[in-house]
């Protein structure tokens, strides 16, 4: 089965800390990896994806460092503020077939003041 | 605005009484999917859709129905509703095939559904 895992399940940092959000995948066939971002009582939004021809995207505070060999890619917040705490997912699909919507388990990142 | 629209936000239902969650989109997207959110869980997907009536099984459809009779709307029923279906339900739409840029999937604001 396509699995995303994702870790840690939660995260806790210092007002400007950086949170670092890891996930792994296993099918090679995967071109296309995002992130959502998800407050409470919300549904998931898109923050920030990539493809795997580039190995980092910035915009804004969030970086998405991306690790083809290793099958991983991970989300980094610079400057971390107590408004990025929420539910955050990775996933991953191959945009050329399905457009199925593998997704990690989340990560609850608390950012305290 | 573009927006999933999802109604109810909130039900509580008896088991075995059959139920109805409204999903609609208003950016023209053919694809169309629903998933159920439990602690610990992640996002699971229930069903989606390809396009007007072309739908297909995710990795949890057990209990769950679904149609998709016009391009905007996709309805997910649970016919006899048993408690292990107590979830956050989402619906989500995106445009099929994916084109290059930052885009993916629009989710709807969920629907709390709890089954005693």
């Known amino acids: 089965q396509q699995q995303v895992k994702q870790s840690p399940q939660s995260l806790i940092v210092q007002k400007g800390g950086i949170p670092i959000i890891n996930c792994a995948y296993e099918n090679t066939a995967f071109d296309y990896f995002p992130w959502y971002q998800q407050f409470p009582g919300k549904g998931p939004a898109l923050l920030i994806a990539?493809?795997?021809?580039?190995s980092e995207k910035k915009e804004g505070r969030f970086t998405i460092s991306f690790n083809k060999s290793a099958k991983q890619f991970s989300l980094h917040i610079m400057d971390s503020q107590p408004g990025d705490s929420a539910t955050y997912f990775c996933?991953?699909?191959?945009?050329?077939?399905?457009?199925?919507?593998?997704f990690g388990k989340g990560t609850k990142l608390t950012v305290n003041p | 605005e573009a927006q999933v629209t999802q109604n109810p936000r909130y039900l509580i239902t008896v088991t075995g009484k059959k139920l109805t969650v409204t999903c609609s989109q208003n950016m023209n997207h053919e694809y169309m999917s629903w998933y159920r959110q439990d602690p610990g869980l992640g996002l699971r997907q229930i069903y989606y859709?390809?396009?007007?009536?072309?739908?297909d099984k995710g990795d949890v459809p057990e209990g769950y129905k679904v149609s998709r009779k016009e391009k905007r709307n996709f309805p997910l029923i649970l016919e006899s509703p048993s408690p292990n279906q107590t979830s956050l339900y989402f619906c989500?739409?995106?445009?099929?095939?994916?084109?290059?840029?930052?885009?993916?999937?629009?989710f709807g604001s969920g629907t709390r559904l709890t089954v005693v």
């Open positions: 859709s390809m396009n007007v009536e072309v739908t």
């Open positions: 989500a739409s995106s445009l099929f095939p994916s084109r290059d840029g930052n885009y993916g999937y629009t």
């Open positions: 996933a991953a699909n191959n945009q050329g077939g399905s457009e199925k919507l593998v």
């Open positions: 990539i493809r795997p021809d580039v």
